[in-house]
């Protein structure tokens, strides 16, 4: 299947300091990627949705000026938590869909531990 | 009412069991419906894509979709220990946005 991949699989960051997390589709362009939240035990829920060259849309409830998304080329979408505090602390996965009406991989995820 | 649901489990089934997970969904413009398979700290994995109702076969797994009972399956047969880990129901309107709503996930654990 396809592959997205993530960067980095884990960090730990200092309170009041931002923190990037990269996703990246290996071998396909991906017109459209997803941001997700998820905590322990629980499901995936959607933060934004990041098409290349244009904002993101952002879900209800979700600050756009702490989770800034940048979807810079086809293959490459970003994720800048911004002034992180320890309730940022969780797992974030992106997705990629290769184009319209295709399936959606999922990346490895991100573990962000504000400490 | 959620969108979609799903029983968390957990579901605890002795290995060679057949699994049954389940979804039901309140939208009928639902048009594509995937089951993702997660391990433990890592992202969900595809396993199955389909589009209209019926049943799709894919090795052990099939996938069984019901659209007039709003009503998506997963059997997994022959499980294993290695089966273990949360499964999660997932599905979209197609079109232009194709943002995926979840279920729960059903958390399984395939005993030895």
């Known amino acids: 299947g396809a592959v997205v991949s993530q960067h980095p699989s884990r960090v730990i960051c200092k309170s009041g300091t931002s923190v990037k997390i990269e996703c990246r589709s290996l071998?396909?362009?991906?017109?459209?990627m997803f941001w997700y939240r998820q905590f322990p035990k629980k499901s995936l829920m959607l933060m934004a949705t990041?098409?290349?060259?244009?904002?993101?849309?952002?879900e209800q409830g979700v600050e756009k000026d702490k989770f800034l998304i940048n979807h810079a080329s086809l293959t490459l979408s970003t994720l800048t938590v911004t002034s992180a505090h320890p309730e940022d602390s969780s797992f974030y996965i992106c997705?990629?869909?290769?184009?319209?009406?295709?399936?959606?991989?999922f990346g490895e995820g991100s573990w962000l531990t504000v400490v | 009412q959620k969108e979609v649901e799903q029983d968390p489990g957990p579901l605890s089934v002795p290995e060679g069991a057949i699994v049954s997970l389940n979804c039901t969904y309140s939208?009928?413009?639902?048009?594509?419906f995937m089951w993702y398979r997660q391990y433990s700290r890592k992202g969900p994995e595809l396993l199955m894509y389909?589009?209209?109702?019926g049943n799709k076969e894919d090795g052990r797994f099939t996938a069984q979709v019901d659209k007039s009972s709003k009503y998506i399956s997963l059997f997994i047969r022959d499980s294993q220990p290695s089966d273990s880990a949360t499964y999660l129901c997932?599905?979209?309107?197609?079109?232009?946005?194709?943002?995926?709503?979840f279920g729960t996930g059903t958390l399984l654990a395939v005993q030895p």
């Open positions: 997705s990629a869909q290769p184009g319209l009406g295709n399936t959606i991989y």
């Open positions: 071998d396909f362009q991906a017109t459209t």
């Open positions: 990041s098409n290349e060259g244009s904002k993101a849309t952002y």
């Open positions: 939208n009928s413009a639902f048009q594509y």
């Open positions: 389909t589009y209209s109702s």
């Open positions: 997932a599905m979209n309107y197609g079109g232009a946005t194709n943002k995926l709503i």
